[in-house]
Each structure stands twice: as structure tokens, then as C-alpha cells.
């Protein structure tokens, strides 16, 4: 997804995608398609790491989210927001549309869809929200056998086989009907049919700009 804040475009993504599970300096090169896609040869470099929210937090919290922002390359990126495949048929084929601009809070029985990079285009239905003590399990670093867990709460669940898969973290997921975002995939277990999300509202407002708390917004359009 594309978020603008104070005149800036940014591509939104989870922590563990953009910021290395905590571990990213500003400034780092963002590259499309990512190192595993590209036998870890670099690839385009399209954004800058600018801010993520931390996994890593004190006295035991909860995390509020996994997400973080990275400062578009100019020229690198649709300023439109389109996002592959979440347009409507031309010849059979999804065509890429930017979400809409106003986000929707997720409910049970929402009807959602969302474009991945692994799983591409598919829909399904919000089965809970407001899930708490939801721990997730990440890696230290890349490739390594040392872990920490992270907790969360207030979290959406899909509960499907076939929403996601791994390599679809930081998919926004949209309502169904007017491509209005509600939430941003970042954990799961496809073998057990269950995808988790922050809802989109907690992810714009835990990512404020440091030197005036303006908030992201989403790049989009009308619904659709």
C-alpha cells in the first residue's frame, strides 16, 4: 500500500518485511522485488527505510502493531496507489486500481479481499475481531535459529486456507465491495486456515511523523 504524510509518499509494509524485525537504520535501501525473489542479488531500489513500530517493547506490553513505512524513491513507485489486480475484469484479467482513500473499521462477516505477492488476488470473510494475546514468534535476524515473541491484541482473523499464504505480509486488505482498506496482513498459519491483520486504523496511528505527530494516510480513490 501507498501512504502520504506531510507531502511525502511512503510505502507501507509490517516491521518484520521492511524494518528487519527491528533492526533497520534509517535510510536503508528498500528493493522490488525483494531478496528472497532474487536469489539475493539486489534488485531496484525503490524506497528508503524511514519508521517502523517496534516488536521489541518493555515490561512485557503488547506490540501495537507489525508496520512500518519506507520513503518512496521518486519515480519508482505508482503515485496513484494502484495495487496489482484489485481493479475490475478487462479481458478476464484484474486490472491494478488504487484502494480507496477512506478506511473502514473490519467486522465480523466483512467480506474482504486483498492482492499478495504470493497468493495474488483473493477474498474471504472477517471471522473475529478484537482477538487479544495473539503471540507470534519472529526471527532475531534473517536466517537465524534465535527467535523472540511478540504479543498482540486487538487483532482481525480470516479464518481460510487460501486468503494467504507465506510472502503475503503486508498485504492491505480492503472491503469487498468499495476497496475500502480495514486492515494489513502480517501473521498466520495457512495449514491451520487462519490469516491475522492489524486493523488499518491502529497501523496509521501508531506511525506518526516525529517532528509533528501528522499521521499517514492511505493513497487511493473513490470506492469501487
Known sequence: ALVTRNGGDFILS???VLA??????PGESIVQPGLVDTLCVPANPVATFTQAVALHTTNAAPAVADAALAQVVAGQVDPSGAILQLGALNCGLAQPAPP????VAPAVGMAVAKSGRTTGLTCGTISEIAVDGLKVQYQNTCGSNAT?????????????STFGDAGDSGSLIVEAD?????ALIFSGDPSSGTMVANPIQDVLAALPDPSNHALPTIVGGSTH
Open 20 to 25: 528487519r524485525s527491528d533492526q533497520a537504520q
Open 14 to 16: 509490517n516491521n518484520h
Open 178 to 182: 468499495t476497496a475500502q482498506p480495514t
Open 148 to 160: 523472540f515473541t511478540a504479543t498482540f491484541n486487538n487483532q482481525v482473523v480470516i479464518e481460510s
Open 100 to 103: 480507496a482513500s477512506t478506511t
